[in-house]
């Protein structure tokens, strides 16, 4: 089994800054693409960010030049530096990860159990 822990999520002003980390652990012989997606209030969960196992990344329009995703390969964890953030920002963090847990096995989808972000004054 594979487990995905968030942390870093909180109560931050508007214009303030934040670091999200995900770390995998568990069965995992491989991990490729790690992302971020978010889910405001009301609303349905969307794309943040993703990153593959090479370093190349894409991000939602609304967040590009302000959220910046990385991964560490050593450890399976996956961050996302996120400056200059809006009220709109606000939403519950969800990471995941396209998990392979044995050689030449299937790809899974590991999710963590999110993280709240509020950007508030």
């Known amino acids: 089994q594979v487990q995905l822990v968030e942390s870093g999520g909180g109560l931050v002003q508007p214009g303030g800054s934040l670091r999200l980390s995900c770390a995998a652990s568990?069965?995992?012989?491989?991990?490729?693409?790690m992302g971020w997606y978010r889910q405001p209030p009301g609303k349905q969960r969307e794309l943040v960010a993703v990153?593959?196992?090479?370093?190349?990344?894409n991000y939602a329009d609304s967040v590009k030049g302000r959220f910046t995703i990385s991964r560490d390969n050593a450890k399976n964890t996956v961050y996302l530096q996120m400056n200059s953030l809006k009220p709109e920002d606000t939403a519950e963090y969800y990471c995941?990860?396209?998990?392979?847990?044995?050689?030449?096995?299937?790809?899974?989808?590991?999710w963590g159990q999110g993280t709240q972000l509020t950007v508030s004054s």
């Open positions: 995941n990860a396209d998990v392979r847990t044995t050689w030449g096995g299937r790809i899974y989808r590991y």
């Open positions: 568990g069965s995992i012989f491989s991990v490729n693409a």
């Open positions: 990153i593959q196992s090479d370093g190349s990344s």
